[in-house]
């Protein structure tokens, strides 16, 4: 999670909060370059080994247990490309939610009518948040994890406070 103050609005005033949220994603490109060689290389020698002993087709599904490593590490950096903007002025609540995909889509809540709802659990902790104001409600943060969560939900409640009592 990382907050700073842009300029978003239509009158290129300074927002009163500003948060940009990611997904965490804990392995790096040179660490994931670094796993699929070792994936391959371990794949390899194994099915020379199968090979030798002529058990040629253990070598074809070696190389598929590599090959879907490889995909569902591209499928998880696919998904890493979300990205929420949130955004509080006295007069305007702005949620952009960028998909992986390319689209956009842009909320916007009168702060003063918004409420942010927080689920707890004992031991996990958050495990939901959502802005509502009347009949709407919009999940934020969803792919946080928890100690982001509390963080976030801390800053914002306080920010969405100040927006209400200005």
């Not at 999670?1 to 978003?8: C, K």
């Not at 500003?18 to 392995?27: G, N, V």
């Not at 699929?36 to 040629?56: Q, R, T």
């Amino acid at each position: 999670m990382q907050s700073e103050n842009r300029h978003l609005n239509k009158d290129f005033s300074e927002p009163e909060f500003f948060a940009e949220l990611t997904p965490h994603r804990s392995l790096g490109r040179t660490g994931f370059i670094i796993l699929m060689c070792f994936i391959g290389g371990s794949c390899f020698i194994s099915g020379m080994m199968f090979l030798i002993m002529g058990a040629w087709p253990v070598l074809f599904f070696l190389a598929l247990d590599a090959l879907i490593v490889w995909g569902a590490f591209q499928l998880n950096y696919r998904a890493a490309r979300k990205l929420e903007r949130i955004s509080i002025w006295p007069d305007q609540l702005l949620v952009q939610k960028f998909e992986p995909n390319g689209k956009v889509d842009e909320h916007q809540f009168n702060p003063f009518w918004a409420r942010f709802e927080v689920k707890r659990h004992e031991e996990i902790g958050i495990t939901s948040m959502q802005i509502t104001s009347r009949k709407r409600r919009l999940d934020i943060g969803t792919f946080l994890n928890p100690d982001d969560r509390e963080s976030f939900a801390l800053a914002f409640a306080n920010a969405l406070g100040r927006a209400k009592r200005a």
